[in-house]
């Protein structure tokens, strides 16, 4: 008995940790906050059906592969017959796990609800562990959570799942701190040293980079930043003591490690993409689409329409903005207001406030893009020195390191110091203070609910329901073929479509041979290119070049064509 009662007092002790609460409380918060995500799941999307489709299939693809043929991961079964067509748009691969669990289309769909879901709450779990480390209370620390997770900028970004997956960022520098015993209000502390912890951080800081280099790149060089930052500081410790300074040895092990483990799966992540570039050289961004999707100042404080608060507010000031989608990125105006105040009095001592604002001021130059300065230097400073940083053309979303320091800040103000001797021995005074502090964290997440529209998920035509490739969905190009490629999930087959930045050669040449589909010139194509299936869907024709291809005759053309549904399907290794 005296067993169970040890056991039971344990999880008790473990089911009422600040941790465990601040996780399980995430949870709801994030599906009242993504709301109506969860109302169903699998018959519709947050935003619209292109880039989440898209973004669907990718998960899928990432478990099916490593599932099926890990070797073949990058060679996907789109943009038939290319090679490395996993890798012409991040990949979301961090979340190929969940894709282990169910097949098809409504169980990508369901996938993806789920992850979009679950990333706000890990957002705010990572920015509120990352402010406790550093010293706030646990009012300041649930501000920076809710800010990070819900700022009213993110909500232009509900069809980008690579962009709101953040919160291994965040989470990662709580850990990595924690490991290394350092915070901002007690410095650097020997005994608090965690070598463990540090090893925790290293493993999420590369498994964000999984998730995409459009967030993890600007990680890795803000990693490598902190890095030399500590180098330094150890560095005037020895040149001041003419000693080194004490440093666990199993932490520098496990920073070894971490940092080889780290780069390690930053060359595995980058080596196809490198590849694909040197085969497409139009995918390599240039400056003239960093500056078509570089905000301009007022951007910065204005939110996207699907903001409760400040849509209707903002119309006017969104009409003036030449690309709303990644140009509104208001961080939150209590936020702001609360960082403000957090220059005036905090639990941070001067330097550090100044240090964080000067982080926010540089974050928000960078995010700007071409309109500060040009972006020189700047943002295309960066994109010529840097290796990969050419890859990013929406500077606007570096904002999430503005959100963040903003956050960090605001913390600072929010955490209640010793109160002073008059009124120390006064029990309401904390307890009072504890629930004046609960307002800024609502007023915060008040500005990130949300009016996203949740549209239906296009259906699957029952002509894809096991199709045979290598097959052609006609009408190719355009956002349908991101919902050919979510179709597709249905068995993989190889297809044709596919929808990225740039266009292979190869789809250009089949798009300009199958235009007459399907007169004998576009068979001939198709056949030799090794396409043995071609699925037209009429209802979709109408203005393209296949409007009224249905109809068209295929005697002589050694094809074999019948209606499945509302689709007419050609094959076209077998004849009438």
């Known amino acids: 008995m005296d067993g169970v009662r040890r056991a039971g007092r344990a999880l008790w002790r473990v089911a009422r940790h600040e941790w465990t609460l601040v996780v399980v409380a995430s949870l709801p918060l994030a599906a009242a906050l993504t709301w109506p995500t969860l109302r169903d799941p699998a018959g519709t999307l947050p935003q619209d ?21 890990p070797a073949h991961l990058w060679h996907s079964n789109t943009f038939f017959p290319e090679p490395y067509t996993y890798a ?62 819900y700022a009213p900028w993110k909500l232009a970004q509900a069809g980008h799942l690579h962009v709101l997956s953040i919160g291994g960022v965040a989470l990662a520098l709580a850990m990595l701190a924690r490991g290394h015993g350092w915070s901002l209000r007690h410095g650097y502390r020997p005994d608090r040293v965690r070598p463990g912890w540090a090893g925790a951080g290293w493993a999420v800081a590369a498994w964000q980079v999984t998730l995409g280099f459009g967030v993890g790149l600007p990680f890795a060089y803000v990693l490598g930043l902190l890095g030399l930052a500590v180098a330094g500081a150890y560095g005037v410790t020895w040149w001041r003591r003419r000693s080194r300074p004490a440093v666990p040895r199993g932490l520098l092990l496990v920073d070894l490690a971490g940092v080889t483990g780290f ?71 209590v936020l702001i207001g609360l960082a403000v105040a957090g220059l005036v009095f905090s639990a941070w001592r001067v330097w550090q406030r100044v240090a964080l604002a000067a982080g926010v001021l540089v974050s928000l130059a960078l995010a700007a893009g071409t309109s500060f300065g040009d972006g020189d230097p700047g943002y295309l400073t960066l994109m010529r020195h840097l290796p990969g940083w050419d890859a990013l053309r929406t ?35 904390r307890r009072s203070a504890r629930v004046a502090l609960v307002l800024p964290a609502l007023l915060v997440l008040a500005e990130g609910v949300n009016r996203t529209p949740h549209v239906p998920v296009p259906a699957q035509p029952v002509a894809l329901r096991g199709v045979a490739g290598p097959v052609l969905v006609l009408p190719l190009g355009g956002i349908r073929d991101y919902h050919v490629m979510l179709w597709s999930t249905d068995g993989f087959p190889s297809t044709v479509n596919g929808l990225a930045s740039f266009t292979p050669d ?22 030799a290119a090794g396409v043995r299936t071609v699925v037209l869907l009429p209802r979709y024709a109408t203005g393209t070049p296949w409007q009224g291809a249905a109809a068209r005759p295929v005697d002589g053309l050694g094809i074999h064509r019948e209606r499945v549904g509302d689709a007419v399907v050609y094959h076209l290794d077998r004849a009438s």
């Not at 679950?118 to 402010?131: D, I, K, P, T």
């Not at 930053?266 to 905000?295: D, K, N």
């Not at 500077?395 to 913390?411: C, D, I």
């Open 395 to 429: 500077p606007g979303r570096l904002v999430l390191w503005t959100t963040l320091l903003l956050g960090v800040l605001a913390a600072g103000a929010l955490t209640v110091r010793e109160p002073p001797p008059a009124v120390a021995g006064r029990g309401d005074w």
């Open 88 to 149: 012409y748009s991040d990949t979301l691969l961090g979340f190929a796990p969940f894709a282990l669990i169910g097949e098809g289309p409504v169980a990508a769909v369901v996938r993806y609800n789920l992850l979009y879901v679950l990333v706000h709450a890990l957002a705010f779990v990572g920015a509120y562990a990352l402010s406790r480390q550093l010293g706030a209370g646990r009012a300041g620390a649930a501000v920076a959570g809710a800010s990070f997770a």
């Open 263 to 333: 780069a390690g799966v930053s060359l595995l992540m980058a080596a196809p993409y490198l590849e694909v570039v040197a085969r497409h050289p139009a995918g390599r961004r240039t400056a003239a689409q960093v500056a078509m999707f570089s905000p301009p100042a007022r951007g910065f404080l204005t939110a996207p329409p699907e903001s409760w608060l400040w849509g209707e507010r903002h119309g006017a000031a969104r009409a003036a903005l030449g690309f709303p989608g990644e140009m509104t990125l208001l961080p939150g105006v």
């Open 506 to 527: 190869s789809q250009q040449r089949i798009r300009a041979a199958g235009t007459g589909f399907p007169d004998a010139g576009a068979v001939a194509y198709l056949r």
């Open 49 to 69: 059906t292109g880039d989440p489709t898209l973004q669907a299939w990718q998960v899928a693809w990432g478990g099916h592969a490593l599932r099926t043929e």
